[in-house]
């Protein structure tokens, strides 16, 4: 809808599923120490239902701006719960006494949150963009209670200052992230202090982090382009939130591109 023409609306509704793959239904694999998870055979499916309202106003002629808030229900969860094999609760695994656990059916989540964009454009070859993102969510537990869902991860987003002329543009771009505290981790990720950092008493946590990119990029002919850009320009050592992994540092890239 456009009630005004600089003004435009939007909704959705939706529903979606997603089937269990081969990992889900039939793996063995020993998901932390003392706990091993073995297949489950009458795993189902889980389905989400998801709804999103939609804005892009265009303030002025160089200036847009675009918001969405939308809200999505995930019923018939798979996760990782305490199973039985063979009615044990517990076996030997890789010579040691584990808890058994399976991939089931077992919770309901929701995840709610705000997505907004903003684009600037400047005199002189100049524009800016940035969007950021907030999110919550919150899953059931197996005793029924509830906790921070893994799925919401702090707020995000990035940002980018371009500037353009001819057949050259170079762009200065920033990628950030606000962290979780101890008392805001969900609650099946405080136990893996492998994957976080260790706040002041001992706990894991997610710290924020941000980092500085430079790229540019030169359209020598029709059909050449030729890019080079530098990533995490300041060396930042940092962890996507939840990922256990540690992205790259520093890194030089260059690419030449043709078109025929």
């Known amino acids: 809808a456009k009630p005004f023409e600089s003004t435009q609306l939007s909704a959705n509704l939706s ?8 990992d889900d239904i039939g793996k063995v694999f020993d998901s932390e120490p003392g706990a091993v998870t073995v297949p489950n055979p009458d795993l189902k499916a889980e389905t989400v239902y998801s709804a999103d ?14 918001v969405s808030v939308y809200y999505n229900f995930l019923d018939n969860a798979m996760v990782r719960r305490n199973f039985t094999l063979a009615g044990q609760d517990s076996i030997v695994y890789d010579g040691e006494m584990s808890q058994v656990q399976a991939i089931q059916n077992a919770a309901f989540a929701k995840i709610y ?46 940002a980018r200052l371009s500037y353009k002329k001819n057949a050259w543009e170079v762009q200065l771009s ?5 962290g979780f505290d101890f008392s805001e981790l ?5 136990s893996k202090t492998e994957i976080y950092a260790s706040d002041s008493n001992g706990n894991p946590y997610s710290p924020d982090w941000m980092i500085y990119s430079l790229k540019s990029t030169w359209e020598f002919s029709k059909n050449w382009q030729f890019t080079a850009g530098v990533e995490n320009l300041l060396d930042k050592r940092y962890r996507p939130y939840s ?18």
């Open 15 to 22: 529903t979606a599923f997603r089937s269990p793959n081969v």
């Open 53 to 66: 309202v939609n804005l892009n106003q265009r303030i002025a002629e160089a200036l847009n701006l675009d």
């Open 113 to 158: 949150g705000i997505h907004a964009g903003l684009s600037i454009v400047f005199p002189l070859g100049f524009s800016f963009r940035s969007d950021v993102n907030w999110q919550k969510g919150t899953e059931e537990l197996e005793d029924g209670s509830t906790s921070p869902s893994r799925h919401a991860p702090p707020f995000f987003g990035f």
């Open 174 to 178: 920033s990628n950030f992230s606000d």
């Open 186 to 190: 969900p609650d099946d990720e405080k």
């Open 243 to 260: 990922s256990g992994i540690v992205a790259a540092g520093r890194n030089i890239q260059f690419s030449v591109r043709s078109k025929f």
